[in-house]
């Protein structure tokens, strides 16, 4: 029972952030990339006032798999790497905490590429 209770929160949390996104489709003109960033940096900047964290712990996969939750970890890297190295890991810290959601979105998107057949939609 208690395993439904953690699907059902993650699927609660995800889903209501899946339609905030699909309502800034359909009633703004932002570009599918304007929302994504969007998305992202409203991640960051939940986690850097400790807002994200506490829905990611309640939440689980439902609040860490979307955009959201990387630029949630996104701020966690540069804040722990701030705290060790100082001013340069301002720069390092993202790219460290984020560094395997990174690569495996390169090796699958590397793999999904090697399966399918490339073409132009506009054809």
């Given amino acids: 029972m208690e395993l439904l209770i953690e699907y059902g929160k993650a699927f609660a949390v995800g889903g209501l952030l899946c339609v905030v996104g699909q309502l800034l489709i359909d009633y703004t003109k932002l570009t599918p990339a304007r929302i994504l960033t969007i998305f992202v940096v409203a991640g960051v900047l939940l986690g850097a006032l400790g807002v994200y964290q506490p ?39 993202g790219f ?25 939609k506009n054809q």
């Fill in 55 to 93: 829905l990611a712990d309640w939440a689980g996969a439902g609040a860490t798999v979307p955009l959201t939750g990387f630029g949630n970890a996104l701020a966690k890297g540069v804040k722990r790497a701030v705290e060790e190295k100082g001013l340069l890991g301002a720069f390092t810290g």
């Fill in 96 to 120: 460290t905490a984020a560094s395997g959601g990174i690569c495996a979105a390169m090796f699958f998107g590397f793999l999904v590429a090697l399966v399918c057949k490339p073409g132009d």
